[in-house]
């Protein structure tokens, strides 16, 4: 006889003794080999493709890495003059959209009730080879086509197709064009371009708003170009961007020098200053021969004549002109997108003509580049189509990746002119405003599953390749034109052809004029191919400056009245247009400046929410003449205060799974064109704001923007430039408790500059892609609860602005696991998934982690991430998922592994190349995107390295030190002009 | 009254579990004692991944039909090898040698370290059907590691 609590513990203990005995394997995994392996594939090793991203006009080249035929990660192209080898965030993003579960998965067509239904390709096109026929027997110019900029290949089909349609309605349309500086161009030397600016030459850079580092023209490309410039001059004291604008994007908060003028005046101050170099006799030697014609031309605008119109004073326009012409070569660049309304040619001519002042031209900026935007449709053309189409003289209307019912404002009225075109088609790869409208869709493939080509500007001649067989049943463009033009009438299909796209593609590529080149022709493609197009050096040209006077006549602006404000729509850093809005990244991953995920705001200047009674938060309603939106406030100091801002790429259609419905959409309060000139503007005057409601939440990942004021000093420290070579003594000397790690072989670390770092977020999207850091959306970002492993602080130094002048001094700090050699995280875990293993990384082990979150309580860095829940991936997300990276389920603690699974990937490289690690064989995905350069990583063991010689820069220092901690990671402090010595 | 039960269950366990080693049923009941104790073809020529990649890999199905398009072609499982091809389905072969998801395992470094396969599959020349003969347990790794003065840190294998 047993009692029972005898019975059960024996039970028990025999059960539990049973199963620590090896249990029959369960098979749970099938080995599924190839039916026939295609060459050059080696399961388990990745393969990479060079193609070219087409997130914007900028034409990056990028290398996309592919496992298992799936698309996982996208890389800049090293030998790419315009990515350089990096991409922003939004190209790293485009590795998510490829898998959105949003995009179209076949061709669809509204049915009699207005729905859309499946359609075969079959239909579909003998449905459009239909429509067009009807309406080539209608006449010249019923078919119109309004898409993205193209170039190449698709330049030349879309353009032989319509002319075999008798159509000469074609227009390339980019939200953001560049017209003002195009008609400025034309003025000033006779050609009708965008100039070509190349900012590792300058050593001093006046941007009048353009927004060079996160949006316009070519962002990579500049910001890779600012930071190398920037390097080059820590030690000045003036500094290397002066920004002139009523409002400071990204690029502004970078910038060392501040001037805020009135909204509308800002060609003001950039004639202001050509008054002031002609007039104090700085200009450059080469610009003798137009000095006598540039000094009439500025001649009623001196300093002291506009300061009152500007609001700011002439001694410091006389200053920042005497820095402008002293460097050597300087840079002026214009108002880019948000640029100046009215008066933006005027300011664009400035701009040149500061530049021929300077002897700028031939040196940072040229002419004779040839960029693809040149062809861009004016907005002029853009309402002519629209006024066509509204006349009824469109009978098919074909949108190719162009949205310009949420793009342009509504008072153009494309809307209504689209309502009463008979056949829209869309060629959209995802539903979007203009998809919502469409009668047929045929999807095209995304651009990382196409073949086509793309040159930004003379000398790049960029290919696309796909990167990965097509997901969906989507149909490249080129095919579907090739298809319907052969079924219209013989002369269309004449007229094209009816080659493959993809060969077309090739034998735009490779034309062999003789038998003999036939072999030369197809190493040629085989050469594109492997490094993404043919690059050469291109000519630029000095062009002669033209009589301008005439053109600068500007006229007083009447006074803004009373209470009223100046909107701005900017551009986004991360939706661009609206047309990032869609990928849970760009939304999760807080915005560079605002540091909101997951919805709108509008930026209101402190003191204006005091008169208005608005705090953060609060509903504000703001009304133009144009339209009316309301949004959270937030409150923003980098503008003047009688200016409010907020970003383009909300409101969006609700067809989109997280764009829909989010937010207000910006352009509703847009005028259709700009006062007194015919080219788009983005902005509004005399708007007005009042509150509106009570405070809404607003996910803000970041509340506090530390200054002065605080008591903490901000982490991200400062330096003047005369102190950039002394070293900072430490406030403590260190203190050892245990002895010191040992580092057998090699010992990870990093270097981040401070001074390069332009917080552009390209980094966080790289490890969200590179890592599978999941996406916990609104509810858990609300509660602080974001996955990623990197964020980018936004530090403010407040420094007493000398008159007129001010200085953002703020500091981008990238934070992440500083793998500390003292962590703090390792002592508390109570089953050692968390230690220091012997090459100085900390490690986390996730199979051991039991969730305790100890460690992450105790991480003053508080860069440790834990997994509250299973978060999943909508399919066919799942499929970018990196399989080198295990997926962490709930309970487990994650973060920053330095990217563990390609310092493994490149021992093993080494090891089968019988060599011993290099220098930069290890580059973890931040550092390889960052298009500013600032992340560098390698061995410390390593003297030569570049991480060891960074580490002992007299600038680097660790983020709280004070703590003990011993970081891996070791900052360089920014050079800002002005900041104090005792700053710590 | 516990401690001779808990005996008795691992006795019962040890029995039940080990005297039968895991050797599944394979779609093709291919014999790599006849492939490669009979005809000498080398492992890499059908795990060609071994010495490049994390993953072995099997022979895609290209590789088996390269040989057996003419040899032994009335043998009932060549039949059904040639079948499948015609058919273009891929295998579906049975693993054998599982390791759980959180483990990596990168063959090329053992490769290259002079690991012979048989020191954790076991004999394969000898087997007509694949059989787990070894366990690959942490432990037999960690031993092996600690031996042969390969990495013991947790992130070798871990991350």
Redesign the interface.
């Known amino acids: 006889m047993?009692e029972r609590r005898?019975f059960l513990?024996?039970i028990g203990?025999?059960?539990s003794?049973?199963?620590?005995?090896?249990?029959?394997?369960t098979?749970?995994?099938?080995?599924?080999?190839?039916?026939?392996?295609p060459d050059n594939v080696?399961?388990?090793?990745a393969s990479y493709y060079a193609t070219t991203c087409r997130q914007c006009p900028a034409g990056c080249g990028a290398i996309v890495k592919t496992m298992n035929g799936r698309i996982t990660k996208a890389e800049g192209n090293p030998a790419h003059p315009i990515s350089r080898g990096r991409l922003c965030v939004r190209g790293q993003a485009a590795v998510q959209s490829v898998y959105n579960p949003d995009r179209f998965r076949t061709p669809i067509v509204r049915d009699a009730h207005g729905v859309f239904q499946p359609i075969s390709w079959a239909d579909a096109e003998s449905l459009l080879a239909a429509k067009l026929r009807a309406a080539m027997q209608g006449g010249a110019d019923r078919v119109a086509w309004i898409g993205e900029l193209l170039t190449g290949a698709l330049d030349t089909l879309t353009s032989a197709w319509l002319s075999a349609l008798d159509s000469r309605r074609r227009l390339f349309y980019e939200t953001f064009d560049y017209e003002p500086l195009v008609e400025a161009g034309d003025i000033a030397f006779g050609r009708r371009e965008v100039p070509r600016y190349e900012l590792d030459r300058a050593a001093f850079i006046v941007s009048f708003g353009a927004e060079f580092l996160e949006t316009w023209l070519s962002n990579v490309e500049f910001t890779n170009g600012y930071a190398r410039a920037r390097r080059q001059q820590l030690r000045d004291p003036e500094g290397t961007l002066l920004v002139v604008a009523p409002r400071l994007s990204l690029t502004g908060l970078n910038a060392d020098a501040w001037i805020a003028p009135r909204p509308g005046s800002e060609a003001l101050v950039a004639l202001a200053m050509a008054h002031a170099i002609v007039g104090d006799g700085l200009a450059h030697p080469s610009a003798g021969a137009d000095l006598r014609a540039i000094e009439s031309a500025v001649a009623p605008y001196s300093p002291e004549r506009v300061a009152g119109a500007i609001d700011v004073d002439a001694a410091t326009i006389r200053r920042m002109a005497r820095r402008f012409a002293s460097a050597r070569p300087s840079l002026a660049i214009g108002g880019g997108v948000t640029g100046s309304d009215p008066h933006a040619v005027q300011l664009e001519l400035a701009c040149l003509l500061l530049n021929v002042l300077a002897g700028n031209v031939g040196e940072s900026i040229s002419y004779g580049a040839a960029h693809a935007v040149d062809r861009l449709a004016t907005r002029r053309e853009i309402l002519e189509t629209t006024r066509a189409m509204a006349s009824g003289a469109v009978d098919v209307l074909l949108v190719h990746h162009a949205n310009p019912i949420f793009t342009l404002p509504p008072p153009v009225g494309f809307a209504d002119a689209l309502a009463r075109v008979p056949f829209v088609v869309s060629f959209a790869g995802a539903p979007d405003e203009t998809t919502d409208r469409a009668h047929l869709v045929l999807p095209d493939h995304h651009f990382l599953e196409s073949w086509g080509d793309y040159a930004p500007r003379a000398g790049v001649a960029s290919l696309l390749q796909p990167a990965a067989a097509p997901l969906f049943d989507t149909r490249a463009t080129g095919d579907v034109l090739i298809e319907v033009a052969n079924q219209i009438t013989a002369d269309t299909a004449r007229a094209v052809g009816s080659t493959r796209w993809a060969d077309y593609v090739r034998s735009a590529w490779s034309e062999p004029t003789t038998a003999n080149d036939q072999a030369a022709a197809a190493a040629g493609w085989e050469a594109a191919l492997h490094s993404g197009g043919r690059f050469e050096a291109a000519d630029a040209v000095r062009p002669t400056l033209r009589d301008v006077a005439r053109a600068l006549v500007i006229d007083p602006d009447a006074p803004a009245a009373a209470d009223t404000y100046t909107f701005i729509a900017c551009p986004s850093t991360h939706f661009y247009d609206g047309r990032g809005a869609n990928e849970s990244w760009l939304q999760e991953v807080p915005d560079p400046i605002a540091k909101i995920s997951w919805g709108d705001w509008i930026e209101i200047h402190p003191d204006a929410a005091r008169r208005l009674g608005i705090v953060d938060g609060d509903v504000v309603r703001v009304t133009s003449s144009h339209g009316q939106i309301e949004a959270a406030a937030h409150l923003y100091a980098g503008m003047r205060p009688d200016v409010i801002a907020m970003p383009l790429g909300y409101g969006r259609s609700r067809s989109s799974r997280h764009a829909g419905a989010r937010g207000s959409n910006a352009a509703l309060l847009l005028p259709p064109e700009a006062a007194g000139s015919p080219h788009a503007v983005w902005r509004a005057s005399g708007v007005r704001v009042e509150r509106a409601g009570p405070r809404r939440i607003v996910i803000m990942l970041q509340a506090h923007v530390a200054s002065r004021e605080d008591t903490s000093a901000p982490l991200g420290k400062i330096v003047d430039p005369a102190r950039t070579d002394v070293r900072e003594p430490p406030e403590h000397a260190p203190v050892d408790l245990f002895p010191p790690h040992e580092h057998p072989a090699h010992r990870w670390g990093m270097a981040i500059d401070l001074n390069s770092c332009t917080g552009c977020n390209a980094c966080v999207a790289a490890c969200y892609a590179e890592n599978n850091v999941a996406v916990v959306g609104e509810q858990f970002c609300a509660q602080g609860r974001e996955m990623s492993w990197i964020r980018i602080e936004r530090h403010a130094h407040a420094i007493v602005s000398e008159s007129g002048l001010r200085r953002p001094a703020t500091v981008f700090l990238p934070m992440l696991c500083q793998h500390c050699d003292e962590a703090p995280c390792e002592a508390v875990c109570p089953v050692y998934a968390t230690?220091h293993?012997?090459?100085g990384?900390n490690?986390q082990?996730?199979?051991?982690c039991i969730g305790t979150r100890f460690c992450s309580n105790n991480c003053p860095y508080k860069v440790r991430r834990f997994n509250w829940a299973r978060i999943g991936w909508d399919a066919p997300l799942g499929e970018q998922l990196n399989p080198?990276?295990?997926v962490r389920s709930a309970g487990v603690m994650e973060k920053c592994?330095f990217c563990?699974?390609r310092i493994?990937a490149a021992k093993?490289t080494a090891?089968?190349d019988g060599r011993s690690l290099r220098d930069g064989d290890v580059v973890p995905a931040c550092a390889q995107t960052c298009p500013a350069e600032a992340i560098v990583f390698g061995d410390l063991h390593d003297p030569q390295s570049r991480v060891s010689r960074l580490s002992a820069d007299p600038r680097g220092y660790h983020v709280l030190e004070e703590l003990n901690t011993r970081p891996a990671i070791t900052y360089l402090r920014r050079s800002v002009p002005g900041a104090p010595a005792d700053e710590r | 009254?516990?401690v001779p039960?808990?005996?008795?269950?691992?006795l019962?366990?040890?029995w039940a579990?080990?005297a039968h080693p895991?050797a599944?049923p394979q779609p093709i009941d291919f014999s790599h004692r006849v492939h490669v104790a009979d005809d000498k073809l080398d492992c890499e020529l059908c795990h060609?991944?071994a010495r490049?990649?994390?993953?072995a890999?099997?022979?895609?199905?290209?590789r088996c039909i390269g040989c057996h398009k003419y040899v032994l072609t009335p043998h009932p499982e060549v039949a059904k090898l040639r079948r499948m091809?015609e058919a273009?389905?891929?295998?579906?072969?049975?693993?054998?040698y599982?390791l759980p998801?959180?483990v990596?395992f990168?063959h090329?470094?053992h490769l290259?370290a002079k690991v012979g396969c048989e020191t954790c599959h076991g004999d394969v020349a000898s087997m007509d059907r694949i059989t787990?003969v070894v366990?690959p347990?942490m432990g037999a790794c960690v031993r092996c590691h600690r031996e042969r003065r390969a990495?013991d840190?947790?992130?070798?294998c871990?991350?």
């Open positions: 047993i005898q513990k024996t203990i025999s059960g003794a049973a199963l620590l005995e090896q249990c029959a394997p098979p749970t995994d099938e080995l599924i080999p190839y039916l026939v392996a080696v399961p388990g090793v230690y293993n012997p090459e990384l490690a082990v996730y199979a051991r080198d990276v295990t592994t563990i699974q493994q093993r090891k089968l | 009254m516990l039960s808990a005996v008795a269950a691992i019962f366990a040890r579990f080990g895991y599944p060609s991944g490049r990649s994390p993953v890999g099997i022979a895609p199905l290209e091809w273009g389905k891929p295998i579906w072969w049975t693993r054998v599982t998801q959180f990596r990168d090329a470094s290259l787990r366990e347990t990495p840190d947790c992130l070798t871990h991350y």
